[in-house]
């Protein structure tokens, strides 16, 4: 079955940095658009980044746009989340989830299990 | 990119209906067909219920339903069953490739 396993949450000091993985399995994941959206605790979904199936197209939020970048590695079937310049506002579980054929469709299905990013002192 | 609006709650009895209101703007939800429903349950991710504004996924029961007027989304839920209890959020295209959700609804059976 469809299956999004991330990785590489933790506790990290602000202005750090750190990498996300998101392993994906039981689906031609070199054919599908990828996102990472977060949420913070007690808090709403915010959409953070996506890619697309052929890593022509990265577009980020705002809030983390020039600190964070999305990449994708088609041949292990991964999806990375690189964060750089951590704040305390970063603080969240964040997961990745599946997109479209299409990088434009608001599709986000399947999502992962999520992993926790804590940033603090 | 501002996230769109919903209201913090809703309540029915099982068997009722209940009706999720999602409010954007022109360049949100007014200016794309693309409204999404998600359904996430306490410690869970969440789970698309509606696509392109009132299309189900394979596999989610035909009791939720979504439409769209103008700058505001709708998600309906009807025969309400103790298993729908959650919190809801829709999404919505911001630009080609940028996205926003909803501020998130709790859903709550009494």
């Known amino acids: 079955q469809v299956q999004l396993v991330e990785s590489g949450g933790g506790v990290v000091q602000p202005g750090r940095s750190l990498r996300l993985s998101c392993a994906a399995s039981?689906?031609?994941?070199?054919?599908?658009?990828m996102h990472w959206v977060r949420q913070a605790p007690g808090k709403g979904l915010e959409w953070v980044a996506l890619?697309?199936?052929?890593?022509?197209?990265?577009s980020y939020a705002d809030s983390v746009k020039g600190r964070f970048t999305i990449s994708r590695d088609n041949s292990k079937k991964t999806l990375y989340l690189q964060m750089n310049s951590l704040r305390s506002e970063d603080t969240a579980v964040y997961y990745c989830?599946?997109?479209?054929?299409?990088?434009?469709?608001?599709?986000?299905?399947?999502w992962g299990q999520g992993t926790l990013v804590t940033v603090s002192s | 990119q501002s996230a769109l609006t919903q209201s913090p709650s809703a309540s029915g009895s099982p068997g009722q209906s209940v009706t999720i209101s999602c409010t954007g703007t022109?360049?949100?939800?007014?200016?794309?067909?693309?409204v999404s429903w998600y359904q996430q349950h306490p410690g869970k991710a969440p789970k698309l219920m509606i696509y392109?504004?009132?299309k189900r996924p394979s596999g989610v029961p035909d009791r939720f339903s979504g439409s769209k007027s103008g700058n505001t989304a709708s998600l309906t839920v009807s025969g309400l069953q103790a298993e729908d209890e959650a919190d809801y959020y829709c999404?919505?295209?911001?630009?080609?490739?940028?996205?926003?959700f909803g501020t998130g609804t709790k859903v709550t059976v009494l």
């Open positions: 999404s919505s295209n911001a630009g080609r490739y940028n996205f926003v």
């Open positions: 392109e504004v009132n």
């Open positions: 039981g689906f031609t994941f070199s054919r599908f658009a």
């Open positions: 022109s360049s949100d939800v007014g200016g794309y067909n693309s």
């Open positions: 989830a599946r997109g479209y054929y299409d990088s434009s469709d608001n599709w986000f299905d399947p």
């Open positions: 890619i697309s199936f052929d890593r022509s197209i990265e």
